[in-house]
T-cell receptor, first 108, second 115 residues
Framework: DAKTTQPPSMDCAEGRAANLPCNHS???????VYWYRQIHSQGPQYIIH???NNETNEMASLIITEDRKSSTLILPHATLRDTAVYYC?????????FGKGTSLLVTP | GAVVSQHPSRVICKSGTSVKIECRSL??????MFWYRQFPKKSLMLMAT?????????EQGVEKDKFLINHASLTLSTLTVTSAHPEDSSFYIC???????????FGPGTRLTVT
């Protein structure tokens, strides 16, 4: 599976959009981009995934660049409960390879 | 979304004893279940992949005789930590997937403390 690079930490004000970047320059054609998050001492939670088109669900939006070498997870209106570690994972259908993720802190 | 449970959520055991952790998919049949381990302030590390009715596939460096995995049905996988030692203390998390390439649903985790 391709490796991903994410900033170690980010801050976001409550109510503002949180934009979390991810680089996956070695992604191959059949690999999906998945985003999960983990709130402290809980199991990871699925957020969204995509192949090449932008995706949106009730939790977030996923923007994938045309060359698929990077993507951005957007939480449109961050709340305090969105404080968590966010993992960007490139998956080819096997087990997930969790990197270090981005620790997002949403502040009042 | 699909629900995965783990039992127990927290366990303390003495060094040398064995501990069994259960992972259940509550509202779907999971073709594959995964077991992860997470040390404090670290990311999740895959330990093994478990398919119903077949032997688990262990990641490099994970002792299969120490971490026994049984996947007896499409809704239950168990991880037994045998002869536990303090260095086995960790957060153990399972996940389940409907099919290969699908999203994974994670359990809430089991915190094991070996004294």
């Amino acid at each position: 599976d391709a490796k991903t690079t994410q900033p170690p930490s980010m801050d976001c004000a409550e109510g503002r959009a949180a934009n979390l970047p991810c680089n996956h320059s070695t992604i191959s054609g059949n690999e999906y981009v998945y985003w999960y998050r983990q709130i402290h001492s809980q199991g990871p939670q699925y957020i969204i995934h995509g192949l090449k088109n932008n995706e949106t669900n009730e939790m977030a939006s996923l923007i994938i660049t045309e060359d698929r070498k990077s993507s951005t997870l957007i939480l449109p209106h961050a709340t305090l409960r969105d404080t968590a570690v966010y993992y960007c994972i490139v998956d080819s259908g096997y087990a997930l390879n969790f990197g270090k993720g981005t620790s997002l802190l949403v502040t009042p | 979304g699909a629900v995965v449970s783990q039992h127990p959520s927290r366990v303390i055991c003495k060094s040398g004893t064995s501990v069994k952790i259960e992972c259940r998919s509550l509202d779907f049949q999971a073709t594959t279940m995964f077991w992860y381990r997470q040390f404090p302030k670290k990311s999740l590390m895959l330990m093994a992949t478990s398919n119903e009715g077949s032997k688990a596939t262990y990641e490099q460096g994970v002792e299969k005789d120490k971490f026994l995995i049984n996947h007896a049905s499409l809704t239950l996988s168990t991880l037994t930590v045998t002869s536990a030692h303090p260095e086995d203390s960790s957060f153990y998390i399972c996940s389940a997937t409907l099919d290969r390439g699908g999203e994974q649903y994670f359990g809430p985790g089991t915190r094991l403390t070996v004294t």
